[in-house]
Structures are given as C-alpha cells and as structure tokens.
C-alpha cells in the first residue's frame, strides 16, 4: 500500500534554530500535501496545503514565513521550523493525496521539543 | 467556523464487548468521512470510510454508519480487543473542486480504553 516516510521522529533543538522535517512518499506520487500540528490531547489542525510546483496554502493563523513548506517534487515535501520557540513544541504530521490513489496516507509524525 | 465535533471524548470498554464511537458534524456540504485510529506517538491510521451517499459501510470487525438528517456519524467495533486502545478521530470532506476541495476536517477525537 502507499506510505509515506516522515523523518526525523523526533527532534530537541534551541530556540532560535531552524529545523527541517521531510516527507516523502515512497511508492506512488504526492500531487497534494498536508502539514498538520498537533498538540497533546488534541486533534489535528491544518496548517497548509502544498500542491507539487505550487506555492503551499496556509490555513488562517499559520506564519507562511515561520513555517517554510517545500514541495518541489512529486515524492517529497519538507516543512521547514525557522527561529523556533519553545510555543512552537508539538507534534508534526504530514499527509499526502494522490489522484491515483485513494484516500489520504500520513507520516508517523515528528515531535519537536523546542529548548 | 464549521467543524466536526465528537460526543464523547473517553470511552472505556470491557475486553470482548462492542465500542461505538460517535462524532457530530456540522456542515452539510461534506460528502466524504473517515474514521481514524492514533496510537501514542504515530501518526494516524486509516480504518474506514464512507460517502454521503451511503448510511452503512462495514469492514473487518468495524461499521461506520452516517446519518446525515441529523449529521451524526459513529464508528462501532466488534469484540473490541486490547489492541484497538487509541484515541480515535473522525474527519470530513467537503469534496468539490476548489484549492481546498480535498482537506479533511478532524474532529476532536476520543479515547477508547479496552480493559482486559
């Protein structure tokens, strides 16, 4: 079936430093990505959706020039965590869409710990 | 704005016995649901889905069943097992063909507890 590869799994850094979590898809092409955060206990809210060779749509609150999507390739999307702050801590997950496959296939998700 | 919303947000069950998961939803335009499971530290896993234009849809041990008369949509499990123990999330799809005609909208979620 269709997975996808989220990476890293987990992630300490300083505040103030940039991190970068991928997301590939390993055996079909992602024509559409999601970013979602999620913090403990709590659902998962959009944060923007990225089409392959477009700029990514950021959903109302999100900073587009905090969180810094990529989605340069069919098989790869990467959200970038620029000057992190200890508020920006969560759980990172990405989802991809195909339109040759049905439904929706999410990473394992990323927890960043902001310090 | 619209979003989907869940009755109850922990649900505890006997090893053995049926769990029934309910989610409320609240736009009428949503044509596609889904019903996933998250374990501590995973991302979430598909289990089953349904259109709008169905009331039923069954799976290995699952059964979502939609009502939209009164925008409800639940999740049954059968023989609930130690393994099914996860917070639990519906999502919804308006469809269409716009930018935004393929993002899912979660509800809250609930956490089922499967006692041995």
């Known amino acids: 079936g269709a997975v996808v590869s989220q990476h890293p799994s987990w992630v300490i850094c300083k505040s103030g430093t940039s991190v970068k979590i991928e997301c590939r898809s390993l055996d079909f092409q992602a024509t559409t990505m999601f970013w979602y955060r999620q913090f403990p206990k709590q659902s998962l809210m959009l944060m923007a959706t990225?089409?392959?060779?477009?700029?990514?749509?950021?959903e109302q609150g999100v900073e587009k020039d905090k969180f810094l999507i990529n989605h340069a390739s069919l098989t790869l999307s990467t959200l970038t965590v620029t000057s992190a702050h200890p508020e920006d801590s969560s759980f990172y997950i990405c989802?991809?869409?195909?339109?040759?496959?049905?439904?929706?296939?999410f990473g394992s998700g990323t927890r960043l710990t902001v310090v | 704005g619209e979003s989907v919303g869940l009755h109850l947000p922990t649900l505890s069950v006997q090893e053995g016995d049926n769990s029934i998961i309910n989610c409320a939803y609240s736009n009428s335009a949503s044509d596609y649901f889904i019903w996933y499971k998250q374990e501590s530290g995973k991302g979430p896993q598909f289990i089953i889905d349904i259109r709008s234009n169905m009331d039923k849809r069954q799976g290995q041990r699952v059964t979502v069943l939609l009502n939209k008369t009164v925008k409800h949509l639940s999740l049954q499990i059968a023989a609930t097992q130690p393994g099914d123990s996860a917070v639990y999330f519906c999502?919804?799809?308006?469809?269409?063909?716009?930018?935004?005609?393929?993002?899912?909208?979660f509800g809250k979620g609930t956490k089922l507890s499967v006692i041995p």
């Open positions: 990225s089409n392959e060779g477009s700029k990514a749509t950021y």
């Open positions: 999502a919804e799809n308006i469809g269409g063909s716009g930018a935004g005609s393929y993002q899912l909208t």
């Open positions: 989802s991809a869409r195909s339109d040759r496959v049905n439904g929706y296939t």
